[in-house]
C-alpha cells in the first residue's frame, strides 16, 4: 500500500480519537457515497448537530497547510454525499455542518491538529474558506 494511504489512515484514527476526545460520538468512518467518501460522519457533543468531517493529513507543512488542500471540488463532493447520507437516514433532525481537521505529522513524531469547525457550507462550495478559517484562527 502507499505511504500517503497508511498517512492518510493514521491521520483519520488520530481525528477520530481528537473527536472522541472532545464528547463526539462517531457515527461513520469512511462512509462510501459512490466514488466520494466523507472520512468522519459526527455528531457533537450536544447532541443537535450532524457534522461530516474531511480529514488531511501531512508529513511536514512544508508546502502548506493541509486543509489548504480541500478545494472547491472536494468540498461540493463532500456537500453532494452528505446529502445523499441525510437522504438515506431521513429521520435525522439535527442541523448540519461541515469540518476540517488538518493534521501535520507522522505516526514517529510530533503531530500538530486543528479542528475547523464550519469550514465551509452547502449555500456557497465555492467559497474561499481561508477567510472563514483566519476568522475561526481569531476566535480560538
Known amino acids: 500500500m502507499a505511504e500517503h494511504n497508511d498517512l492518510g489512515r493514521w491521520g483519520e484514527e488520530r481525528a477520530a480519537e481528537y473527536m472522541e476526545s472532545k464528547g463526539w460520538y462517531i457515527r461513520e468512518r469512511d462512509w462510501r457515497c459512490g466514488s466520494t467518501d466523507i472520512d ?16 488531511k493529513t501531512r508529513s511536514t507543512d512544508e508546502y502548506g497547510e493541509p486543509y489548504e488542500a480541500v478545494d472547491a471540488e472536494k468540498r461540493r463532493n463532500v456537500i453532494h454525499a452528505a446529502a445523499q447520507y441525510k437522504s438515506a437516514f431521513r429521520k435525522e433532525n439535527r442541523r448540519m455542518r461541515y469540518d476540517i481537521i488538518s493534521i501535520v505529522g507522522t505516526p514517529a513524531g510530533e503531530m500538530k491538529i486543528e479542528h475547523i469547525e464550519d469550514a465551509f457550507d452547502m449555500l456557497d462550495p465555492y467559497e474561499d474558506y481561508n477567510t472563514r478559517f483566519t476568522s475561526w484562527r481569531r476566535r480560538h
Open 40 to 55: 468522519l460522519i459526527c455528531i457533537d457533543e450536544d447532541d443537535t448537530t450532524l457534522v461530516f468531517v474531511e480529514v
